[in-house]
């Protein structure tokens, strides 16, 4: 079982433990391993499960009750306050403990009336009284969990007790869960899976990455094999605009102007597109932290931020044609194998901040970190840009490719940096295959910088 998940657990059992009934919302983007945490989480506990699909209100509670009969003779009127009282009724009365009420997709419930809600709310109040129940409600629909249940609740003047997201795991998590696996290989499947928990079955680390990367994405049953586009149509209406968008940000047009122009969509409706595909994290917007050279930085710069979308709009949309012509090892040995290299090393920064912030977390850096962000400037970029309340910097610089971070490309980072006007009081440097000869000399025993390589980062 993969690691990292202990914070979500612990905030669902502090509310678990409370005396009275309440109702938490676990919610999370799609292959968070959400289902892995209720699953662990309902251990031991006296529960009851329940999962919504697209029906009708009455029809939902009509299924419900079907569910539910298969533990007893039970009476229902079709409502979802009868079928919660049942759901508490066939559970041992005997068990002095909390009960739990899971419900899978419960946003299925509110498409067409709050009466799912009402009746919560009414169910929380009347258990309360003899036989307290925790209802977990968890949804893989986050963006509405945000918004539209935010919304409805305000509108009813209701509050859910709390709210849990299932975030992707970070790398430290990946590496610790498969302990005997090689550091490089983990890299790799981090860049491509990101943190998304359910992704790695997909992945095994006894195949090599070329066989992970054939049977997820290439094979005609391969769990990735349409998931980019899977995406687009599960929840927009126009997916050949989004995707069209998202291929153009694959091969590095990044501004606004250059999808503009490849594209020939209108920037206002480019700039609509990608608002919406970051409602749902499928990009993001770059965002240089703030310094005295902001005129040196880039602007108006996008990105996509779904590992799993990024590696299929970069390799595999592009090149349908071909993929139907040609054998899965062919496609792999022309389009993937001689790119996958520099294209795994892009999470390196990724993995590099994560470590520092993990150390200051722990006390270990020179400074007290308030506040850090990557610096995206016309010239090059800082990889990670860290200050302190007191106003001192460290600057973080990773080795952009596999081998002995070299001197020459020490120099040209650090005439990157003197654009950003802020000079560093440490500096990070970071390297997978450590630090050629000439740069040591450089730097020699300079106290305010700090080498690390992958012994440090495992």
């Not at 899976?193 to 079955?201: E, Q, S, V």
Request: hydrophobic letters at 40%.
């Amino acid at each position: 079982m993969l690691q990292g998940r202990g914070e979500e657990l612990n905030r669902l059992a502090s509310f678990y433990e409370k005396k009275e009934s309440n109702a938490v919302v676990l919610f999370g983007e799609h292959l968070s391993g959400i289902h892995s945490v209720w699953r662990e989480f309902a251990e031991g506990k006296e529960t009851v499960f329940l999962k919504a699909t697209p029906a009708s209100e009455r029809e939902q509670a009509y299924l419900w009750a079907k569910t539910l009969s298969w533990s007893g003779d039970l009476d229902f009127d079709y409502s979802f306050l009868s079928v919660f009282r049942a759901a508490s009724s066939i559970t041992d009365s005997r068990n002095r403990e909390k009960k739990l009420l899971i419900i899978s997709d419960f946003h299925l419930c509110l498409i067409s009336g709050t009466s799912f809600l009402d009746d919560l709310f009414a169910f929380l109040k009347e258990s309360s009284k003899d036989s307290p129940v925790m209802v977990l409600l968890v949804s893989e629909n986050f963006r509405w969990v945000k918004t539209d249940l935010v919304n409805t609740l305000l509108s009813m003047n209701r509050k859910i007790h709390g709210f849990v997201e299932v975030k992707p795991f970070h790398f430290i998590d990946l590496v610790c869960s498969y302990p005997n696996a090689e550091f490089d290989q983990m890299i790799s499947f981090y860049s491509i899976l990101g943190g998304f928990y359910d992704a790695y079955d997909a992945f095994l680390p006894a195949l090599s990455l070329k066989q992970n990367i054939i049977g997820a994405f290439l094979l005609p049953a391969g769990r990735f094999r349409h998931y980019g586009m899977h995406m687009l149509e599960g929840v927009f209406r126009e997916p050949s605009v989004y995707a069209t968008i998202l291929a153009s940000l694959a091969e590095g047009r990044n501004k606004l102007n250059e999808l503009f122009v490849h594209t020939g969509y209108s920037r206002a409706k480019i700039s609509v597109y990608l608002k919406n595909l970051a409602a749902f994290s499928l990009v993001e917007k770059v965002r240089s932290f703030d310094t005295p050279g902001a005129e040196n930085t880039k602007k108006g710069m996008y990105r996509i931020k779904n590992p799993i979308v990024k590696f299929y709009f970069t390799f595999i949309y592009p090149h349908e044609s071909e993929l139907a012509l040609m054998t899965e090892e062919e496609f792999y040995k022309e389009f993937i194998e001689n790119k996958i290299e520099a294209y795994c090393m892009d999470v390196f920064p990724a993995i590099c901040e994560e470590f520092v912030i993990l150390a200051n977390e722990r006390g270990f850096l020179p400074i007290e970190i308030a506040k850090y962000g990557e610096w995206v400037g016309k010239e090059g970029n800082v990889d990670l840009i860290a200050r302190d309340n007191s106003r001192n910097f460290l600057f973080g610089f990773c080795n952009p490719n596999k081998g002995a971070f070299r001197d020459e490309t020490y120099l040209k980072l650090i005439s990157v940096a003197k654009e950003t006007r802020i000079t560093p009081d440490y500096i990070y440097l970071f390297s997978l295959d450590g630090f050629e000869d000439k740069l040591l000399a450089r730097v020699g025993d300079k106290e305010n910088v700090f080498l690390f390589d992958r012994s440090d980062l495992c």
